[in-house]
Nanobody, 111 residues
Framework: QVQLVESGGGLVQPGGSLRLSCAAS????????MGWYRQAPGKQREFVAV???????TYGDSVKGRFTISRDNAKNTVYLQMNSLKPEDTAVYYC?????WGQGTLVTVSS
């Protein structure tokens, strides 16, 4: 069974940057798509980005040009580099692969 563990959340000022990490562990042969979603208070979970095992990426409209997803297949880890952060980026960020979800990491953008 695959487990996903996120890290890297925290408090950052508007315009700042953060990098999230998500490490997969457990028993698996290969992990294909890995992605990030987020959920702000009182809102539905929102798609942020996804990356295939081969490196193809797709982004949600609200983060295009500011966020970059990448992965290290040798480490079974996916990253989310978040630049030019805005208060509306405040949310719990979840790592996802297929039907598996991480526990989430909180990102707060505030001055």
């Amino acid at each position: 069974q695959v487990q996903l563990v996120e890290s890297g959340g925290g408090l950052v000022q508007p315009g700042g940057s953060l990098r999230l990490s998500c490490a997969a562990s457990g028993s698996f042969f290969v992990i294909n798509n890995m992605g990030w979603y987020r959920q702000a208070p009182g809102k539905q979970r929102e798609f942020v980005a996804v990356i295939s095992r081969g490196g193809s990426t797709t982004y949600g409209d609200s983060v295009k040009g500011r966020f970059t997803i990448s992965r290290d297949n040798a480490k079974n880890t996916v990253y989310l580099q978040m630049n030019s952060l805005k208060p509306e980026d405040t949310a719990v960020y979840y790592c996802n692969s297929d039907t598996i979800w991480g526990q989430g990491t909180l990102v707060t953008v505030s001055s």
